[in-house]
C-alpha cells in the first residue's frame, strides 16, 4: 500500500487495454448537443454509462432533467465515506460537438475510438469525456490501492457545455446541499504546452455584442448614388477601427483591467503559449503593446471582431447597402465589471463621431461570468507540489485560462476554490475533425490525478478562506 503503487495501478489501466475499452464505448455515444436530435443519447450516457460505472465505485449516482428545458440532463454521484471527512467536488461534461463526420482523415470516425501511434482520436477523448475518465480511473486506482480514498467525492456531470451550459447555475442553486463541498478539481481544456503540466484556476468570462449602422431600406444602385448616400459599411469599418487599432491594441480603454495584479504576472512569467506543430504562429505584433504572448491572452482583456456582413457577400451586387453588420466579443478578467462595457463602447463611438452605431449586448442566457484564483493560495501551492511530486515537473499556474467555462456556477455560486489539471494540449483538434489525446499525456494524466487523489487522503485541506 504505498502512493507508487496507486499511481502505477492508475498507469496500469492505459497499459492493460481497460480503460482504451472503456473509452471506446463512451466515444461511440453520439452526444453531439449542437444536434437538436441528440437527447436520448445525452441520457444516455448518464444512465447506460457512467452511473453503473460509478454505482461499481461506491457512487450513489442521480440523473435530473435540465431545470430550464433548454438543454440536456445533470448527473450527481455522491461516495460518501464519512460526513466528518472533507468533500472533494469534480466535474465533466458528456456532450460533445458535432462530429463533423466527412471531414475527417481516410479511415478515421469520430464516433470509433482509433489509435495511431501515441494518438487517440475520436470525439470527446479530451473534451472532455477522456478528461473526466482518466480522474475518475486514477480515483479507483487510489480506493482500491489504499481500500479508503479518505476524503467524500461528489462528481457532476452535465450534457450541455458544448451549447454554453444552460441550466446549470439554476441546477447548481437548486442542489446546494448535495453539491456542497471543499474544493473543485476537475480537467479541462488544454496544457499550454504539450510537455509541461499545467494549473488553471479559474476562466475568463465572454460578452458578445453587436455593432450596427442602418441608414434606410434596401439597396440603392450605386453608379447613381455612390458619393450621394452615406455607406454604413465605411462607417461600420471606422468605427471598429475606433474600438480597435490596425495592430490589434484597444483604444476603447475602459474595458480593459487598469493593471496585472503582482500574483498573477507572477505566475503568467513562469507560463509560456506556443502554438506548437499543430497550432498557428502566434502574430507576436498583435494585441496589447508591452504585454508577454502569457499575459495578452490570460491576464488582459480583448475585443475580437467575430463576423463582419454588408451587403451580399455570397452574390455581390451593384448597390450602396443599406446597413452593416458586426458581431463582435469581449474575452475579459474579473479585474473589470462585465455591465461596464456596452455603455464604455457606447461613449467611446460617440466621442468619437459614431453616435450612429447602434450597440447592443447578446444574452443566450448562458453567459459565464470571469473567475480567478489567487496563484499564491493554498490550494494552487498544494496541488503544484503534488504534480512535482509525481513528475519531477513544476507545472505551469495559470490564474485562469483564455476561453471560459461554467466554472462561475463553481467559484461564485458555491463558493468553492477551483483548480482544473487539463490532460489535454493545444493542438489537439477539439471541436475540429480530428480530435484525439496524446498517450503520453494521459498517461501522465492518470499519474498526476492518482498522486493527488492519494495525496489528498493523508493530509489535512486548506481551511476555506
Known amino acids: 500500500m ?11 489501466m492505459l497499459e492493460d487495454g ?50 430550464t428545458g433548454r438543454g440536456g440532463p445533470f448527473l450527481i454521484g455522491r461516495r460518501i465515506e464519512d460526513p466528518a471527512l472533507p468533500t472533494l467536488l469534480t466535474y465533466g461534461h458528456g456532450d460533445t460537438v458535432r462530429g463533423l463526420d466527412a471531414e475527417w482523415l481516410e479511415g478515421l470516425s469520430p464516433w470509433v475510438l ?34 479508503k480514498l479518505g476524503f467524500n467525492v461528489t462528481i457532476l456531470l452535465e450534457t450541455s457545455e458544448e451549447v454554453g451550459s444552460p441550466g446549470i447555475d439554476e441546477f447548481c442553486r437548486a442542489h446546494r ?6 474544493v473543485l478539481i476537475a480537467s479541462d ?25 442602418k441608414y434606410r431600406e434596401g439597396g440603392h444602385h450605386s453608379g447613381n448614388w455612390g458619393g450621394l448616400l452615406a455607406n454604413p459599411g465605411v462607417r461600420l469599418a471606422h468605427a471598429i477601427a475606433a474600438i480597435i487599432d490596425r495592430d490589434g491594441h484597444v483604444l476603447a480603454r475602459d474595458i480593459l483591467p487598469e493593471r496585472i495584479p503582482n500574483s498573477v504576472r507572477a ?57 452593416a453588420f458586426a458581431r463582435c466579443q469581449i474575452r475579459y478578467t474579473v479585474d473589470r465589471d462585465p455591465a461596464t462595457f456596452v455603455p464604455a463602447i457606447r461613449r467611446h463611438l460617440t466621442e468619437a463621431g459614431f453616435d450612429d452605431v447602434a450597440v447592443e449586448a447578446v444574452r443566450s ?16 501551492q498544494l496541488v503544484a507540489a503534488s504534480i512535482l511530486r ?75 478562506a
Open 365 to 380: 442566457g448562458a453567459e459565464w461570468a470571469a473567475t480567478r484564483m489567487d496563484p499564491d493560495g493554498p490550494w494552487p
Open 267 to 323: 505566475a503568467l512569467a513562469q507560463c509560456r503559449v506556443d502554438g506548437g506543430a499543430d497550432g498557428p504562429e502566434i502574430n507576436h505584433w498583435w494585441g496589447e503593446r508591452g504585454l508577454t504572448a502569457a499575459e495578452k491572452v490570460f491576464g488582459w482583456n480583448t475585443f475580437e471582431v467575430l463576423a463582419f456582413q454588408c451587403g451580399h457577400p455570397e452574390a455581390p451586387v451593384n448597390a450602396v447597402p443599406p446597413e
Open 2 to 12: 504505498s502512493r507508487e503503487a496507486a499511481i502505477a495501478a492508475a498507469r496500469g
Open 114 to 147: 482509433t489509435q495511431r501511434g501515441d494518438r487517440l482520436y475520436g470525439r470527446g477523448i479530451v473534451d472532455n469525456k477522456g478528461q473526466h475518465a482518466c480522474n475518475l480511473a486514477a480515483l479507483e486506482a487510489v480506493l482500491n490501492t489504499r481500500g
Open 177 to 182: 446541499e448535495a453539491l456542497k463541498a471543499d
Open 18 to 67: 481497460s480503460l482504451l475499452a472503456l473509452l471506446a464505448r463512451r466515444v461511440a455515444i453520439p452526444t453531439a448537443s449542437q444536434d437538436p436530435d441528440s437527447g436520448p443519447h445525452l441520457w444516455r450516457y448518464l444512465e447506460a454509462e457512467m452511473a453503473p460505472d460509478l454505482a461499481r465505485i461506491g457512487f450513489t449516482c442521480s440523473v435530473h432533467p435540465n431545470p
Open 390 to 464: 509525481s513528475t519531477g515537473k513544476a507545472p505551469m499556474i495559470v490564474p485562469n485560462a483564455g476561453g471560459s467555462l461554467p466554472n462561475d456556477s463553481f467559484a461564485i455560486t458555491l463558493g468553492l476554490p477551483t483548480v482544473y489539471i487539463p490532460h489535454s494540449y493545444s493542438g489537439c483538434s477539439q471541436h475540429a475533425p480530428n480530435e484525439h489525446a496524446l498517450l503520453p499525456i494521459m498517461r501522465e494524466g492518470l499519474e498526476i490525478a492518482a498522486g493527488l487523489f492519494w495525496d489528498l487522503g493523508e493530509q489535512a485541506w486548506p481551511k476555506p
Open 189 to 213: 481544456g488544454p496544457r499550454l504546452v504539450p510537455e509541461t503540466p499545467a494549473l488553471v484556476l479559474g476562466t475568463r468570462g465572454a460578452l458578445a455584442l453587436d455593432l450596427r449602422v
